[in-house]
């Protein structure tokens, strides 16, 4: 009997909580109601003014003939040729006595099937990671790939591992993928020397290079090197040639 009565005498208790904190809610969303329509009405007394009415608002009228409505729209913040006549690309143009740099191809089915048979075979030995699959690749013989201008190793997976930072050759694979994955161009068409090459920045001026081409060589290269080639004004870095026929001509780096 007591722990009933005792339960009934706390159950009224929180019943009178609940109401006090239910009417304090009540006063003070009355309170802020309040404050929200006081600022409805004007300082002083003085009634609100009236919207003077536009063009738009008055049935039938328009804006005189010639007039501009609205905020007119800026100028670009790139402009393009078309858009100044007197604009240039910021590219310098090649010396006169180099003639223009070969056409940049990045569609591989524009080359011989040869080629791209060899190169998707390289592709795939160097993703591998397994360096000495390059070997049967490299034209070993008499017309073995020119791995390195002036390297007296006969053994031109032995020459590419000493290249590379790591003793695995791993490196050297790395940026073989790189390589082969730009543009090339075809060259020398039509001589014993035609060769398609990668990267295109080896046989284009850097100082015609374009911003969105920068990008692509600071893929291969570090800023560092970039300002080196600069001197020279040719990329010295590693490339790939191919012969029509799909013999792997070289993969050297320099100038």
Known sequence: MKKASARASRNHNLRRVAAILLAGVTL????????????????GGQPAQAPVPTAEDVPGSAPPSGSVTGIPDPDPLISTPTDD???????????????????????????????RKLRQLIIEAAASGDIERL???LNLGPNQTQVMLDSADPDPIATLKGLSGDSEGVEILAILLDVLSTGFVHVNAGTPDEMYVWPYFAEKPLATLTPPEK????????????????????YNFFRVGISPDGQWKFFTAGD
Not at 215 to 234: C, K, Y
């Open 85 to 115: 006549p007197n604009a240039t690309s910021g590219v310098e143009e090649a010396p006169e006595d180099q003639g223009p740099p070969p056409e940049v191809i990045y569609d591989i089915e524009k080359a011989p099937e040869p080629v």
């Open 215 to 234: 990008v692509e060589l600071f893929r291969i290269v570090t800023a560092g090197d970039f300002t080196d080639m600069q001197e020279s004004g040719n």
């Open 135 to 137: 070997k049967p690749l």
């Open 28 to 43: 003070i969303s009355a309170a802020g109601s309040a404050a929200a329509l006081s600022e409805l009405k004007q300082i």
